[in-house]
């Protein structure tokens, strides 16, 4: 049930991108009416890096004077920088109904629905502004969110188009060794990666991507190199749960777990890190404890289907029949035409079957 251990990497590139591009967003503008104050104020906090109370003053600039739409987009912008994708999307919508045709918010916009998991509604808000204005950036944003919808063909295309435009794009070299990976195509991928760091050396991301498919190509020395230097570039929980993954493919249980910790140490939110030690508990056997830790995965992250399917497979395996029904028709509820979610049902329910036959029997036979 669970994928290669690339999948989780790929939104991880995808998050480190947009706030690496919001830089380009923060070109904050200014208005001269009366709630010049506030905003003044706001932009001081933000340039400062204090967001949350830039947010509260760029929100009273537009109290002050609702029609002043660049006071409604920068408290968008730092309601995104703050996470807050909620307050963000609210302040947008705001922002279209003062300015419709507002191509940069709907950038923003976009990048806000695919943090909220909402990459159909994000790929129609960057298909409008390439088509106001197609560059090689706007590409790639588009190719992350058909990623994120699994269209990786659709993907790669993006991706060339923006190499094509800026043959020096980084996140285009990078995504598309991504983007190869995902369809099966290692040694292109690899070159991919490889031009990626010909362009940014020492990147932390590319270095991890390339240690993963080296590893699953069998070149576990350069893939142990790459990570090495992933590390010594930036000590990301993302790049211990790759390696952890990649560990865990030979079943060495104890250096996977290692990383693991190392990961969640690093960041204790993190619900890939959890949802990954159920899977070497399921290896090992120990079912219950597996169950446990998809749990907190699904405590920390309960939109993601996938940790429903896991915890419901693991369920299976130690014969807690309906538990795995209940997680397998709350994966459906969030992803109703998963294939593996239908599968594993009826998996649960012949198992359901047999065991009230089996009662019946032995019911009868008294």
Same mark, same amino acid.
């Given at each position: 049930?669970?994928?290669?251990?690339?999948?989780?990497?790929? =939104? !991880?590139?995808?998050?480190?991108?947009?706030?690496?591009?919001?830089?380009?967003?923060?070109?904050?503008?200014?208005?001269?009416?009366? #709630? /010049?104050?506030?905003?003044? /104020?706001?932009?001081?906090?933000?340039?400062?890096?204090?967001? +949350?109370?830039?947010?509260?003053?760029?929100? #009273?600039?537009? +109290?002050?004077?609702?029609?002043?739409?660049?006071?409604?987009?920068?408290?968008?912008?730092?309601?995104?920088?703050?996470?807050?994708?909620?307050?963000?999307?609210?302040?947008?919508?705001? =922002?279209?109904?003062?300015?419709?045709?507002?191509?940069?918010?709907?950038?923003?916009?976009?990048?806000?629905?695919? /943090?909220?998991?909402?990459?159909?509604?994000?790929?129609?808000?960057?298909?409008?502004?390439?088509?106001?204005?197609?560059?090689?950036?706007?590409? !790639?944003?588009?190719?992350?969110?058909?990623?994120?919808? @699994? @269209?990786?063909?659709?993907?790669?295309?993006?991706?060339?188009?923006?190499?094509?435009?800026?043959?020096?794009?980084?996140?285009? %070299?990078?995504?598309?060794?991504?983007?190869?990976?995902?369809?099966?195509?290692?040694? =292109?991928?690899?070159?991919?990666?490889? /031009?990626?760091?010909?362009?940014?050396?020492?990147?932390?991301?590319?270095?991890?991507?390339?240690?993963?498919?080296?590893?699953?190509?069998?070149?576990?020395?350069?893939?142990?190199?790459?990570?090495?230097?992933?590390?010594?570039?930036?000590?990301? %929980?993302?790049?211990?749960?790759?390696?952890?993954?990649?560990? =865990?493919?030979?079943?060495?249980?104890?250096?996977?777990?290692?990383?693991?910790?190392?990961?969640?140490?690093?960041?204790?939110?993190?619900?890939?890190?959890?949802?990954?030690?159920?899977?070497?508990?399921?290896?090992?056997?120990?079912?219950?404890?597996?169950?446990?830790?998809?749990?907190?995965?699904?405590?920390?992250?309960?939109? @993601?289907?996938?940790?429903?399917?896991?915890?419901?497979?693991?369920?299976?395996?130690?014969?807690?029949?309906?538990?795995?029904? %209940?997680?397998?028709?709350?994966?459906?509820?969030?992803?109703?035409?998963?294939?593996?979610?239908?599968?594993?049902?009826?998996?649960?329910?012949?198992?359901?079957?047999?065991?009230?036959?089996?009662?019946?029997? %032995?019911?009868?036979?008294?």
């Amino acid at each position: 049930m669970r994928r290669l251990p690339i999948t989780a990497l790929i =939104l !991880v590139f995808a998050t480190a991108l947009f706030y690496a591009q919001g830089q380009g967003f923060q070109e904050k503008a200014g208005f001269e009416l009366e #709630a /010049q104050h506030f905003y003044e /104020q706001a932009d001081a906090f933000y340039d400062a890096g204090a967001m +949350e109370p830039a947010a509260e003053y760029y929100a #009273a600039a537009f +109290e002050a004077d609702p029609q002043h739409a660049k006071a409604l987009y920068n408290l968008a912008l730092t309601n995104f920088q703050l996470k807050n994708y909620g307050k963000a999307e609210i302040a947008l919508e705001k =922002l279209f109904q003062l300015n419709p045709a507002d191509t940069t918010a709907y950038e923003l916009y976009g990048h806000t629905l695919l /943090q909220k998991g909402q990459p159909d509604r994000a790929i129609d808000c960057f298909n409008m502004v390439l088509y106001a204005e197609p560059t090689d950036t706007r590409y !790639v944003h588009r190719a992350l969110a058909k990623i994120s919808t @699994h @269209h990786t063909n659709d993907a790669l295309n993006d991706f060339d188009e923006a190499l094509r435009l800026n043959p020096q794009n980084f996140d285009a %070299s990078l995504g598309k060794g991504i983007a190869l990976m995902e369809l099966g195509q290692p040694k =292109l991928a690899a070159a991919w990666l490889d /031009q990626a760091l010909s362009i940014r050396q020492g990147d932390a991301t590319a270095l991890t991507n390339l240690g993963v498919i080296k590893y699953q190509m069998g070149e576990k020395a350069e893939a142990m190199e790459a990570f090495r230097e992933a590390l010594q570039s930036s000590r990301q %929980s993302d790049i211990f749960l790759a390696r952890a993954k990649c560990y =865990l493919l030979d079943h060495n249980y104890s250096d996977a777990i290692a990383d693991a910790r190392e990961a969640m140490l690093l960041d204790g939110e993190n619900a890939e890190v959890y949802a990954f030690i159920g899977d070497v508990e399921v290896e090992k056997g120990a079912i219950n404890d597996a169950i446990e830790s998809f749990g907190i995965a699904i405590d920390l992250k309960p939109g @993601h289907a996938n940790y429903y399917l896991c915890r419901a497979e693991a369920s299976i395996k130690g014969k807690m029949y309906y538990d795995a029904v %209940s997680d397998l028709y709350r994966a459906l509820d969030l992803e109703p035409y998963n294939p593996d979610a239908k599968v594993l049902l009826q998996t649960a329910y012949r198992h359901i079957d047999a065991d009230v036959l089996g009662q019946s029997l %032995s019911e009868n036979n008294h």
